[in-house]
T-cell receptor
Framework: AQSVTQLDSQVPVFEEAPVELRCNYS??????LFWYVQYPNQGLQLLLK??????LVESINGFEAEFNKSQTSFHLRKPSVHISDTAEYFC????????????FGKGTRLHILP | GAGVSQTPSNKVTEKGKYVELRCDPI?????LYWYRQSLGQGPEFLIY????????DSGLPNDRFFAVRPEGSVSTLKIQRTERGDSAVYLC????????????FGPGTRLTVL
């Protein structure tokens, strides 16, 4: 079985400041790792994913996440946030090498302060 | 191409009534998933179809919930004798076989049971 922990339910940060959203997971098998984003009044969108290979993965809008196997973490970072990054961010995992359900964390609401 | 679509976008019903929620996946996607997202929570898995058959229905909360996918494309989630606790956003996702389980989500159906 898998589980995902997002310790911070809300993260307020000033515009143009850096941010880190924390994610830890537990699994008895190897997993794919995902970050999904849900903008206000919109559906879930895949932000980035770790499948294998390089442990640092990047999105097209400046976010990056690093897979740390020893710490079972997949924290999301951005060096400078914009007001448009206001959203809820979900860390998620699914077992590797097969179609299967995704296990989501409870989400972190990123609140950008002007 | 078209994404995952879900109808209706909103459904208000009375306690004890029967409801059907529809999901139209991306054309060619063989896997289809249903999740439920309660307020302040991440999506929780309900059921997963591979083609026409339910590959995993372990997330269905009780026997009032049932889902079908008779032709391997459109799926319907059926809820009998609705209860107030069933109020949530019901999400559908689909994925292509061999896609590293990258699931594409629909906009959801917001179900409110009065």
């Amino acid at each position: 079985a898998q589980s995902v922990t997002q310790l911070d339910s809300q993260v307020p940060v000033f515009e143009e400041a850096p941010v880190e959203l924390r994610c830890n997971y537990s699994s008895s098998v190897s997993v794919y790792l995902f970050w999904y984003v849900q903008y206000p009044n919109q559906g879930l969108q895949l932000l980035l994913k770790y499948l294998s290979g390089s442990t640092l993965v990047e999105s097209i809008n400046g976010f990056e996440a690093e897979f740390n196997k020893s710490q079972t973490s997949f924290h999301l970072r951005k060096p400078s946030v914009h007001i448009s990054d206001t959203a809820e961010y979900f860390c998620a995992v699914s077992p590797m090498n097969r179609d299967d359900k995704i296990i989501f964390g409870k989400g972190t609401r990123l609140h950008i302060l002007p | 191409g078209a994404g995952v679509s879900q109808t209706p976008s909103n459904k208000v019903t009375e306690k004890g009534k029967y409801v059907e929620l529809r999901c139209d996946p991306i054309s060619g996607h063989t896997a289809l998933y249903w999740y439920r997202q309660s307020l302040g929570q991440g999506p929780e898995f309900l059921i997963y179809f591979q083609g026409t058959g339910a590959a995993d229905d372990s997330g269905l909360p009780n026997d009032r919930f049932f889902a079908v996918r008779p032709e391997g494309s459109v799926s319907t989630l059926k809820i009998q004798r609705t209860e107030r606790g069933d109020s949530a956003v019901y999400l559908c996702a689909s994925s292509e076989r061999g896609s590293y389980n990258e699931q594409f989500f629909g906009p959801g159906t917001r179900l409110t049971v009065l």
